[in-house]
């Protein structure tokens, strides 16, 4: 997020919405719909410090859903821009019978545009990334066999 305003020291962020789900392999063989997601979840608001964030590590309640830090950070690449970090609770059970999952990811975040008095909302384009699980006795033992 940018702002042109060189007055402010942090984001005059009014909202943030946050969205992931499950998307589907396009394709004839394809048994699952982006219509209706295998998953999905969205920010509810839950926020955790940095000194939270460390405790918890590994330890993320998914009924939150998606979770951010609890502070902004200046970007330092130009002048007022700001980015959050934000972690995705994906649950193990989607890799039962499956090694790689697709996942969309869309974002906005609404300001207040003080100069007038208007909300603004920036909208990022859709995401759409894959995880792989690795299943240590058919990747990584094979690896090491061949090293």
């Known amino acids: ?37 295998v998953f999905s979840t969205r920010f509810q608001g839950a926020t955790l410090s940095k000194k939270e964030l460390a405790e918890a590590q590994k ?14 950070s200046d970007a330092q690449v130009r002048k007022n821009q700001w980015y959050i970090k934000f972690w995705v609770p994906i649950p193990i059970s989607l890799f039962r019978k499956k090694d790689t999952r697709m996942f969309r990811l869309k974002a906005s975040v609404s300001a207040v545009d003080d100069r007038m008095w208007k909300k603004v909302t920036v909208f990022s384009g859709t995401v759409v990334a894959d995880v792989s699980h690795l299943r240590k006795h058919k990747d990584m033992d094979g690896a090491a066999a061949r090293a």
């Open 59 to 72: 330890a993320f309640d998914p009924s939150l859903g998606i979770i951010t830090q609890e502070d902004w």
């Open 1 to 37: 997020m940018t702002d042109n305003e060189a007055s402010f020291k942090f984001p005059p962020v009014h909202a943030l919405e946050i969205e992931c789900a499950t998307h589907a392999y396009e394709g004839r063989f394809s048994t699952e719909t982006n219509a209706l997601p």
